[in-house]
């Protein structure tokens, strides 16, 4: 009759070949998607008033400097003068935002840490499981 630590072994060994690598990819193509696909960086804007109109103004980090026109309504309860900090894309710098840009492939992230983890878990009961 068949006990359960025989029984365990093949699951442990199919857990640990399903999701360590899938785990793994999901992590090396979030990395890859955050350093290259959808990188932000951040600056310090500053508003301004001129014979243009109203809006933000800011350097990348090229020293090139970006204007953002704004009506006067979407920053009425702002001075000019005043500072902001506003993400922008590095080869576009006018893709821009003044919230806080949500990480690219986030669930994707989530999703891959699980899976390592529980492949790393499966992994190491693999080993540990035939010593009892």
């Known amino acids: 009759m068949p006990t359960v630590f025989d029984m365990a072994g093949p699951i442990l060994e199919v857990l640990t070949w399903m999701c360590l690598p899938v785990g793994l ?56 003068g005043d500072t902001l900090p506003i993400y922008y894309h590095p ?6 935002q003044t919230t806080v840009p949500e990480e690219a492939g986030r669930t994707a992230s989530v999703l891959g840490r699980v899976l390592t983890a529980i492949g790393s878990v499966a992994l190491l009961a693999g080993f540990v499981l035939p010593m009892f």
Do not use: C
């Open 91 to 96: 080869k576009r710098p006018t893709q821009w």
């Open 25 to 80: 990819g999901l992590l090396f193509y979030t990395g890859f998607l955050r350093r290259f696909v959808h990188p932000w960086d951040v600056a310090e804007a500053v508003v301004y008033s001129d014979t243009t109109g109203v809006g933000f103004r800011w350097m990348d980090r090229r020293h090139q400097v970006h204007n953002a026109p704004m009506s006067p309504h979407d920053i009425r309860d702002m001075a000019v």
